[in-house]
């Protein structure tokens, strides 16, 4: 082959590979990217399938109760922190809980303490770049529902921390307010306080009524403060992103929040919404700073669509048989309109000087609670102080006393069933005020809850056949006391002792 054709052929050899190799090369990294959109096709639709199959909801035989994996559970906790995923031994505080049956924990989104990790990244001059998460926050985020998943823990998690929005905390206690907020134009580079519209002092906390700080009035509909809108937008999608992973997690919108109910409800339609695009059911909330459950602003939660469950924690100021009778009210109201369940997030009760009935009253509104018929109980946060040592302050924690009624719950659920029993006054004669509650299922089971020991007759007299009385310790977590009778006459259930005692009554 002479030199010229052998240019000519070679000329022509390369030209052919180069071509057909960009050719092949196209073709693989069409294919690569077509897996690579399938993968993530059925990666989605595999999450949106578990959500389906798995997810917390409302239990289908009885709404006012919750359903995880497909079975009716009822939702028991306690914790010694509130934004429990910023604990240093979280898993710890999770396996502890898992321990004596407790499947409910409560998470702020919040941030305040040193040792937090905080959702932004700063610059050199210590500003807040709200274009750049920090993702340590959202690590701890993400490491909490996964270690919850594992030990079929319920994660209610309240978006927006209020208290880190209004005015820093009292002497003594760290600034977790407006002063130090990523959102406070002084506190970030991405925009001005012109530019924003909002304050740089809020010296004002939350009041009974919807208030003046402009972070509350983001949406169009009010002040259309587009710019903070699409940063407090661009913060719940990375909640989102994690969360919604994750079968085992509860959205409640805000903590003891007093704002117009649309605030609330913008971001419950906005989760909704976009849960709705990936094809996963979610259970969104909200949680008036509001004491009296005959308030019309927990009617609107029950009549609005936007929420699939009502978070009732505030009512846990009261005490004896008005906190029974509240939470029964707004139960009654409920089984007239959609049926939701009704949470407790935060059950309060220690030393704190205006709550009264301390630490005993506080295992009475946990015991209330299930015997009015709500769908969960945590204790709330023991530390009066973040940098003090734990004590039972706000409320039980996780501490000895809230082990004991969490482990002695448990043994209760595995006897009775509250979905197969209704919250009553009746078969009872000769009781006094606040001295026991009653769920039954007239004629065949029965579970009397005695608040300090006492007695009181059981109407069995149109009723026949035999019947075995258990008794539950709840402070010491055992079964005591087993005997047998027969029905056809009032009988009458006196506790072994004065304390908190449960009689479970069942026909054999």
């Not at 057909?20 to 196209?26: H, I, K, M, R, T």
């Not at 073709?27 to 096709?41: D, M, P, R």
């Not at 369940?341 to 015991?367: C, H, Q």
């Not at 009988?491 to 069942?506: C, S, T």
């Amino acid at each position: 082959m002479d030199k010229i054709k052998f240019q000519e052929y070679r000329s022509f050899k390369t030209y052919f590979y180069q071509n057909a190799g960009l050719q092949f090369l196209g073709h693989l990294i069409s294919y690569t990217v077509l897996i690579v959109i399938s993968f993530t096709t059925f990666h989605q639709a595999a999450i949106a399938q578990n959500h389906q199959e798995e997810a917390v909801r409302p239990y289908h035989d009885h709404p006012m109760y919750w359903q995880y994996k497909g079975e009716p559970v009822m939702l028991i906790g306690g914790t010694d922190s509130d934004n429990v995923f910023q604990l240093q031994y979280l898993e710890q505080h999770l396996d502890d809980l898992a321990a004596v049956g407790g499947n409910y924990v409560r998470n702020t989104m919040a941030f305040s303490r040193a040792e937090d990790a905080w959702p932004y990244q700063v610059n050199e001059e210590g500003k807040f770049d709200l274009n750049r998460f920090n993702p340590e926050f959202f690590e701890r985020f993400e490491q909490l529902l996964q270690l919850a998943f594992e030990r079929d823990i319920i994660v209610q998690v309240e978006i927006w921390a209020t208290w880190n929005y209004y005015m820093d905390g009292g002497e003594g206690y760290p600034k977790r307010g407006w002063s130090r907020s990523p959102f406070n134009p002084i506190n970030n580079i991405n925009y001005t306080v012109e530019e924003s519209g909002l304050p740089t002092d809020v010296d004002y906390s939350k009041s009974e009524y919807p208030g003046e700080h402009s972070f509350f009035y983001t949406r169009p509909s009010e002040l259309d403060l587009e710019i903070v809108r699409e940063y407090q937008e661009a913060f719940v999608d990375k909640i989102l992103e994690i969360a919604f992973q994750y079968p085992n997690v509860l959205y409640c919108m805000n903590n003891e929040v007093n704002e117009a109910h649309s605030w609330g409800r913008y971001w419950a339609q906005y989760i909704q919404d976009k849960a709705e695009r990936e094809g996963i059911n979610v259970q969104t909330a909200d949680m008036y700073d509001i004491n009296a459950l005959t308030h019309p602003r927990h009617r609107e939660i029950l009549d609005d669509p936007a929420y699939t469950y009502v978070d009732i924690s505030q009512n846990n100021f009261h005490t004896g048989e008005v906190h029974y009778e509240l939470v029964r009210y707004l139960r009654e109201y409920s089984f007239d309109g959609p049926q939701k369940p009704l949470n407790n997030t935060k059950i309060y009760g220690g030393f704190w000087t205006y709550d009264e009935g301390g630490e005993d009253e506080s295992v009475a509104r946990f015991m209330r609670n299930l015997f009015a018929g709500s769908a969960s109980m945590r204790f709330h946060r023991r530390d009066a102080d973040p940098y003090a040592e734990l004590r039972n302050y706000y409320g039980l924690g996780l501490g000895d006393e809230a082990k004991a009624v969490i482990q002695s719950t448990k043994m209760l659920l595995d006897k009775v069933q509250p979905w197969n029993l209704e919250p009553t006054y009746h078969h009872f004669l000769d009781r006094s005020r606040n001295e026991a509650y009653i769920m039954a299922d007239p004629g065949n089971s029965y579970a009397i809850y005695f608040t300090n020991g006492g007695g009181v007759d059981l109407d069995l007299r149109e009723r026949s056949g035999s019947f075995t009385v258990q008794w539950l310790d709840i402070m010491n977590s055992s079964w005591v006391d087993e005997s047998q009778f027969e029905a056809g006459e009032l009988r009458e259930i006196a506790a072994p002792g004065d304390g908190h005692w449960v009689a479970v009554i069942q026909r054999r």
